[in-house]
């Protein structure tokens, strides 16, 4: 079978189970939801094909896994936001429409050599920061729960900073391939474009309270650092100047107090000061809310879960238990009605996207696509990391999506251009190869 | 540079199998103590969503059901009690905030489904993956609603309360307490519960004082006393006595019960006269006689030092026995602990003073009419699964033996004679040969109120029912005031249809 006959075959599987997802949705929430949910496996099949189809136009010896995995994850996704939302799910359907648009544009365009990106990359560390810097900016950027990283144009929001991670990567694959040998030696010269760009992306996101991609980016380029040059010194060098930050800016940030305090003292016994009423309540009741709710929400999935639609998400008077669930939250939405069962067969899934996104790094003949792939890989696996591992308190939590999965427009465009650079590099080694 | 990228594929695989492990920890190690917390939503309402099994009386009356509620595409169950206050002592409450108690809390593993059985764990598992409603097991009291309705409008107005039990088998016929609380009003109005008024301080009406109150026994105790003087086997029905009005206690002369002020003096009794008019100085010589020690020894063959045995939560049951200062259980070990001629009669000073249960009372008088076996007391007499079938049947348990079977039916006449010829004589029910003893505690000195008692049984020769009846803060005695509830009690439970 063919590379492309295989995905076919996949891209089928996941229809069939984003079909009995929804299927179930709709058995569980009769009351709630209309038939018409059937129809959304219908149209999500059509999006799969569709993507397939231009694949099989601009990248036909692309790695096979790729697409059906990130169809899996974001069929996963949009079934979860139809149960807790069916109109999200419908603005989702529509963003995920753009995004295979932008997969389409994204492969027709760079189909004939993506690696002239490379001779761009300065505009990409620059065009990074520009979109970070956006939010910030008086008319355009808005600020929500905390942190202003959302733009919005008319009726249209727009989170820019999820590109911007794919364009700093872009930049970071270019310099360091460029310089990764005079880099190597330690020539400090050569680390002035890379800490300037580098640099002026972190302060952006700690001005802005964006302390998840803030943790997000700092990992990223320490990881391409160390791809590049092979040396593990940087990575210790980086790690300790991050520990020195993370001490200063828990010292000179309050916000940052704060979620470490939750993240170590989610509970407490005795009425604490409570900055969102004014008045002493319960941790649990104010600041940490949010995280031990949706822990509850864990632990109530237990082995098996609830069942699609079956889990427990409002209160008897129809309270909302848990903000933000659909977006940053939605893997403790998925945790209760898929169990332990549901969830860990879908982080082996993320663990299988890093597996074959690496596996394209290292068959990739070239350092650009070499960097771009294990970076954008990378980046992929941090970010599930970093939210997933706030919500099981492995790590205070920060407020980022889940890749493919979480609701969100940028988020889904931006995993969808993620995928559509790994296909390229992938279909390039593969074809060299014959 | 693929050495590179192996490596850092390695740590990304790493850091989402650290995942794995974070999710397993929450979802299967912690997650019954997540469900434990107080603040957990999720767990109220998951707990709704259960329907929760009726509860019955014994003749199918309902008790306790359910109310519907759709909320967000789900049918959530709220708790309904139609009785109002009846049984609230002893069926309790189930709230939405978990707060639960009497039978709602100690049965809640079989009212909604989880107890252990492996037919109802398979039958819930199969409507779990079929996605239907888990449905909880029903409760069938041993509660006689007649009887039980008797009790409760006799005790209104006072504080007091009453346990019917049948001799034969321990099954619970009657448990009233008042004042009551309306369960429905726990959730929606528990201040309308905590301005309840009544007299005595505190109400507490949340107590079940059939089998948390704590009250004096009084004369009531005289049948632990003629319990242990006749299995001693050195006194029987004809022991004679004289009775000069007192007896002497640490050199002080202890009066008989001064009824309406006067004293009197019987002279010349036998054991069963000194009963029938509750002699005090009389009982009072015999526990000088038999001490402490038997007394004592007595009680506990009927079960005092220890909660009574009942399906409600152990928390709303406590022991029957002396009780010191700090009003603690206390268990003597020396023998001038312990005021003995005065435990005689069901009386002590507050270093040592006798309290107890009305069940645990019901269960003395119960003992003596089961030919001085205890049985072990019940209320559940059975739990049906959601499709009727019988998942628990109540058997009958002896307890204890109390007494030897002599004993039983020398202190049966005793108390008979109590109630055709003593200060019981208002509890005698027309064609119905009835046992019983009085009791009328001081509780402070001369002139304040009295906690007045009556245990009984009958028919005596074959005896179905055996009550207790406590009533706090009374100006009258235990043969005036508690007897015609016992015998209202005894007549609900023995003629049936006959509505006094």
Redesign the interface.
């Known amino acids: 079978m063919s590379l492309r006959n295989r995905e076919l075959a996949n891209l089928i599987v996941v229809g069939v189970l984003t079909a009995i997802g929804f299927a179930s949705v709709y ?3 009769q ?2 939801v209309s038939t018409a949910s059937l129809s959304y496996a219908a149209f999500f099949f059509a999006l799969y094909l569709a993507a397939h189809l231009i694949c099989r136009l601009t990248v036909p010896s692309a790695d096979q896994y790729l697409l059906p995995m990130a169809a899996l994850l974001t069929g996963v996704g949009v079934t979860e936001i139809y149960r807790l939302g069916p109109g999200d799910a419908f603005r989702q359907g529509l963003w995920i429409v753009v995004a295979v648009a932008a997969l389409a544009v994204t492969l027709f365009f760079l189909q004939g050599d993506y690696r002239r990106l490379e001779s761009y990359k300065y505009l990409f560390g620059l065009g990074a920061i520009g979109l970070l810097v956006l939010p910030a900016l008086p008319v355009v950027g808005e600020s929500v729960n905390g942190a202003r990283l959302w733009v919005h144009v008319g009726s249209l929001q727009f989170q820019p900073g999820e590109l911007a991670k794919i364009a700093l990567i872009v930049f970071l694959a270019g310099y360091l391939r460029e310089k990764r040998e005079v880099l190597a030696q330690g020539r400090l010269k050569d680390f002035g474009p890379l800490l300037v760009i580098w640099g002026g992306a972190m302060l952006v996101l700690v001005e802005t309270n964006d302390l998840g991609s803030a943790l997000l980016y700092y990992g990223i380029f320490l ?1 391409m650092l ?3 040059t ?1 040396r593990l010194l940087y990575v210790g060098l980086g790690a300790a100047l991050f520990l020195a930050g993370a001490a200063g800016v828990y010292k000179l940030v309050p916000h940052v107090r704060e979620r470490v305090t939750i993240w170590l003292h989610p ?1 407490t016994s005795h009425p604490v000061p409570c900055a969102i009423s004014g008045k002493p309540a ?1 941790r ?2 104010c600041a940490s809310y949010q995280l ?2 949706s ?9 098996f879960g609830t ?1 699609l639609g ?1 889990g ?1 998400f ?5 309270h909302q ?1 848990i903000p933000y669930l659909n977006t940053d939250f939605i893997y403790s939405a998925l ?2 009605e898929l ?2 069962v549901g ?2 067969a879908l ?2 899934v ?2 299988l996207f ?2 074959r996104g ?1 596996k394209v ?2 068959l990739a003949d070239d ?1 650009f696509s ?2 771009l792939a ?1 970076g954008l ?2 980046s992929f ?2 970010q ?2 970093i939210i ?2 706030g919500i ?3 790590i205070p939590l920060t407020g980022i999506t889940l890749p493919f999965i979480s609701y969100g427009g940028s988020s889904v465009v931006a995993n969808f251009v993620l995928l559509a650079l790994l296909l390229l590099v992938s279909d390039r080694a593969n074809r060299g190869r014959g | ?9 390695l ?3 790493v ?6 492990v ?7 190690w ?2 019954a103590g ?2 434990d ?1 107080q ?8 707990q ?2 259960v329907k929760r099994g009726k509860i019955r009386a014994a003749n199918g009356q309902i008790l306790a059901t359910n109310r519907r ?6 049918t ?1 169950y ?1 708790r309904r009690y139609p009785q109002g206050g009846l049984y609230a002592p002893v069926v309790g409450y189930s709230t ?1 905030s978990r707060a639960r108690a009497g039978l709602e809390e100690s049965e809640n593993d079989y009212l909604t489904g989880s107890n252990t059985s492996l037919k109802t764990v398979v039958d819930g598992l199969l409507n ?1 993956l079929r ?1 239907e409603t888990i449905k909880g097991n029903d409760l069938w009291l041993t509660i006689k609603p007649q009887a039980q309705q008797v009790a409760m409008s006799l005790l209104a107005g006072n504080c007091g309360a009453a346990v019917a039990l049948d001799p034969r088998t321990g099954a619970v016929q009657v448990m009233a307490s008042r004042p009551t609380y309306n369960p429905n009003l726990v959730e929606s109005n528990f201040s309308k519960i905590l301005r309840t008024r009544a007299p005595c301080t505190p109400a507490s009406p949340l107590v079940n004082r059939a089998t948390a109150g704590l009250f004096t026994p009084g004369s009531s105790f005289k049948v632990v006393t003629a319990t242990a003087a006749l299995d001693s086997g050195r006194y029987n029905i004809d022991s004679r006595f004289v009775d000069r009005g007192y007896c002497v206690e640490y050199g002080k002369q202890v009066h008989n019960f001064a009824d309406q002020g006067r004293v009197e003096a019987f002279g010349p009794v036998n054991f069963l006269q000194a009963l029938e008019n509750s002699i005090n100085a009389v009982f009072c010589q015999i526990g000088q006689d038999i001490g402490e020690r038997s007394i004592l020894n007595a009680a506990k063959r009927f079960g005092f030092y220890k909660p009574p045995p009942l399906e409600t939560p152990s928390s709303e049951r406590r022991p029957s026995g002396l009780y010191d200062r700090a009003n603690r259980l206390f268990d003597p070990t020396e023998p001038q602990q312990v005021d003995v001629g005065r435990l005689a009669f069901g009386q002590g000073p507050a270093t040592a003073h006798p309290l107890v249960t009305p069940l645990q009372m019901a269960m003395v008088a119960a003992g003596v009419a089961n030919q001085g076996v205890v049985m072990r007391p019940f209320v559940v007499g059975k739990v049906t699964a959601p499709d009727g079938s019988v998942i628990y049947r109540a058997h009958p348990h002896k307890y204890k033996r109390a007494m030897r079977p002599s004993t039983a039916s020398q202190l049966n006449e005793m108390m008979q004679a109590v109630v055709t010829g003593g200060t019981g004589t208002a509890a005698q029910i027309p064609g119905i040969k009835v046992a019983g003893k009085t009791g009328t505690a001081e509780t402070g000195g001369p002139g304040t109120p009295n906690t007045t008692w009556f245990i009984a049984f009958a028919p005596a020769d074959a005896p179905t029912v055996a009550v207790a009846v406590v009533l706090q803060n009374q100006t009258g005695v235990g043969g005036t005031t508690a007897a015609p509830i016992a015998k209202a009690i005894m007549e609900a439970l023995l003629t049936p249809g006959s509505n006094p």
Request: glycine residues 10%; hydrophobic residues 50%.
């Open positions: 058995i569980a929430r009351s709630v990881a160390y791809v590049a092979a509970w319960l649990q009741d031990v709710k822990l509850y929400s864990l632990a109530h999935g237990n082995w069942g079956k427990t409002e209160t008897p008077s129809g238990l945790a209760q169990g332990l969830v860990a982080l082996l993320y663990m890093v597996t690496m790094a290292m350092g070499k960097l294990a890989t990378f696996a941090l599930t990391f997933v591992g099981l308190r492995l | 540079m693929n050495r590179q990228i192996a490596r850092l594929a740590l990304g695989l850091l989402i199998a650290s995942l794995i974070g999710t397993t920890y929450w979802q299967t912690a997650s997540l469900a917390k603040d957990n939503a999720i767990q109220v309402v998951a709704l969503s509620k759709r909320v967000g595409g789900q959530l709220l939405q779990k996605g």
